[in-house]
């Protein structure tokens, strides 16, 4: 009876163990595409900065427009930083400006800060904090909607990465937060918070829950040198799949001065790129032979490649036949891994809708050739 007893018990066990491919809730990849409950999970979507500190309603608008596109995966990055709160380690950026969400009027919120009384990284966990990720994942998950996630954005648009080196006085842009020993404390204390947080609308940690696609270590990341970026990039991408095995995780660099480059790095699950016509001269035929070319080093390297932000100006005359060629490409193309759009924007709390007068590449729901080319890549990408 012990002996039935100990085998019947390992027998349970082995099968909690073992999950069907098609029960599996996680994204997975296999070769040069992702894989979703044993299918093929095709990303189409959009980017999106200001998830992190909108208004609920500015937060579900944009949620629900995406659903609308029929978007199955959105991206955001994880912010604002500023120093401290009573202003004795300044905020590198215009914390308090009372502008719409989306030009940076964060209203009071943010994640991380410099806690000068304990003289170190403070973490802000509160309702003007990360209960506001909370609702954004909470939300997503009831609209079937996957996250990919930055841990931390470059840029010192809502503080960032430089907020952080500029905690420790340093004015070293490219180099001083990827080798100082203290900031690569702080951004794996950070890591470390985000992955075990339990959700406090859902009960359920964020490194358990599906409804998380994918970590990017951070939103273009751009050391200098290289070989600085490569190093931290494998060490910080092995430190989260160490503590989180549940999820994919990416560089989150634009990779495209250095076509993926960092690729081989084995605790990198898929590589991103970042592709703006406007920035590289390019016509929208060369733009569209870059994207073969991407997908030809996911097969090169026998991992997915995401176009994970890409963007072109509304003011131009061919938009949506451009759009329409690239995401044919990319669905055509049997090594694509799909693409999220820069950026999808909804109406914010005074009733505008962003419209940028210089590089306009938000994209709305207003029915427009755009928005009807976009939904109908969407419709050919997702079966």
Not at 96 to 114: D, E, F, H, R
Not at 151 to 173: C, E, H, I, P, V
Request: aromatic content about 12%; hydrophobic content about 40%.
């Amino acid at each position: 009876m012990i002996v039935r007893a100990i085998w019947t018990a390992l027998g349970l066990l082995a099968l909690a163990a073992w999950t069907p491919a098609s029960a599996d809730p996680f994204v997975r990849t296999a070769g040069t595409k992702f894989i979703l409950r044993g299918k093929p999970f095709f990303v189409a979507g959009a980017n999106n900065h200001y998830l992190p500190w909108g208004s609920e309603e500015e937060v579900t608008q944009v949620l629900d427009d995406a659903v609308a596109l029929g978007a199955n995966t959105i991206r955001t990055l994880l912010g604002p930083v500023i120093g401290s709160p009573d202003g004795s380690t300044p905020t590198i950026w215009n914390w308090k400006s009372k502008a719409t969400s989306y030009n940076l009027g964060v209203n009071g919120t943010y994640l991380l800060y410099w806690d000068a009384r304990e003289r170190q990284m403070g973490i802000n966990d509160g309702p003007n904090g990360l209960q506001k990720i909370d609702f954004l994942i909470a939300e997503a998950g009831k609209r079937n909607l996957k996250l990919i996630i930055a841990f931390l954005d470059f840029w010192d648009y809502t503080g960032g990465a430089q907020q952080m080196r500029a905690w420790y006085k340093s004015n070293d842009k490219s180099t001083f937060f990827f080798s100082d020993s203290r900031t690569k404390r702080d951004y794996k204390t950070w890591v470390s918070y985000v992955l075990n947080r339990v959700n406090s609308l859902t009960g359920v940690a964020y490194r358990d829950d599906p409804t998380i696609m994918a970590w990017d270590l951070m939103n273009e990341g751009n050391a200098t040198p290289e070989s600085l970026r490569l190093a931290w990039t494998a060490e910080m991408s092995a430190y989260v799949k160490a503590l989180d095995p549940n999820h994919l995780v990416s560089s989150g660099n634009a990779n495209v001065t250095s076509p993926l480059v960092d690729l081989p790095i084995p605790t990198l699950d898929f590589g991103t790129w970042h592709g703006y016509p406007l920035y590289y001269k390019q016509t929208v035929q060369e733009f569209d032979a870059m994207i073969t070319k991407f997908c030809q080093l996911a097969a090169q390297h026998n991992k997915p490649v995401l176009l994970e932000e890409f963007g072109y100006s509304r003011g131009n005359h061919d938009a949506a036949e451009a759009f329409t060629r690239w995401l044919n490409t990319l669905t055509r193309d049997p090594n694509c891994a799909g693409w999220l759009v820069w950026e999808l924007v909804s109406k914010q709390n005074d009733g505008t809708v962003p419209n940028d007068p210089t590089f306009q590449f938000e994209i709305s729901r207003d029915d427009s050739p755009i928005w009807k080319a976009l939904k109908a890549g969407t419709i050919r990408s997702i079966p």
